[in-house]
């Protein structure tokens, strides 16, 4: 698994892929940084983080479509399929690889707050009543940012899972963003009411079933800095179901 890993890990900065995903990531999530908060002179951060979900629909596909797809595409599937290390080992490299970049440009982006730290330092030291609040949450960003990390890695796994099932790597990228897209709207759909204020969806069921497969609705829980383990284990699940389902493929395709 380490050999893959690193192999994987080399590969992102060989190629563009790597250089792109962290220069979007970060110059995009500096600029949100400064608007919802110096710009709109707040200390909240929720939009900072609204937006960075967004963005992720995006990003996390330029990370995983070439995982496997690009192996298929080359020729070199077979190399890996007959190498000796698991198929279990094999994936998990893959994904360690694309979940290690991810965590780093996540926890490097952090320093965004750091202004307001300051600025809410020199507001409690001059009694300046420039910004709406009296200082930034720290429990509400460390559970954005955990919320924000558990995430990522759920849609890094639903991403090495499609980019499994195709050899080109513009539709794993489109199919993934499709996916994600929709896990996200769920929340949404779920929210919508009508002119009266009643919820479109009526039945108690229907919008139960929704909330489960919605992965926003156990985000905000972290957001207001309560740390939920149910939230925690659904993550998880998410993340071993989807490297199972991509361990399953393998093995069909080694034995079949």
């Known amino acids: ?60 596909p ?5 995982l496997f797809a690009e192996e298929r595409k080359g020729r070199t599937e077979q190399l890996l399929l007959t190498a000796p290390v698991t198929i279990t080992g094999m994936v ?7 979940l290690t970049l991810y965590v780093s440009t996540v926890l490097i982006s952090c320093i965004n707050f750091i202004p307001i730290y300051v600025i809410a330092a020199a507001e409690r030291a001059g009694n300046s009543t420039e910004f709406t609040h009296i200082g930034p949450v720290t429990a509400q960003l460390v559970g954005s940012v955990i919320a924000l990390l558990l995430l990522g890695a759920a849609f890094i796994a639903i991403g090495t899972f499609i980019s499994s099932l195709t050899e080109n790597q513009l539709s794993a990228a489109v199919v993934t963003i499709g996916v994600l897209c929709a896990m996200v709207m769920l929340n949404l759909l779920n929210n919508i009411t009508d002119s009266d204020g009643n919820q479109i969806i009526g039945s ?12 926003l609705s156990r985000y905000y829980t972290f957001s207001y800095g309560i740390f939920d383990f149910a939230a925690i284990l659904y993550y998880v699940s998410l993340i071993l179901v989807f490297i199972f389902l991509t361990i399953r493929v393998y093995e069909k395709r080694r034995w079949g």
């Open 204 to 215: 108690y069921v229907i919008r139960a079933v929704i909330n489960w497969f919605s992965v």
């Open 92 to 98: 998990m490299g893959k994904y360690l690889a694309a």
């Open 62 to 66: 330029l990370l995983t479509m070439r």
């Open 1 to 60: 698994m380490l050999a893959i890993y690193k192999k994987e890990m080399r590969s992102y900065f060989i190629n563009p892929i790597g250089y792109v995903y962290t220069g979007i990531f970060l110059v995009f999530s500096a600029l949100v940084a400064c608007y919802t908060t110096l710009v709109s002179e707040s200390y909240s951060t929720t939009q900072y983080f609204t937006y960075m979900i967004f963005a992720f629909i995006i990003l996390i």
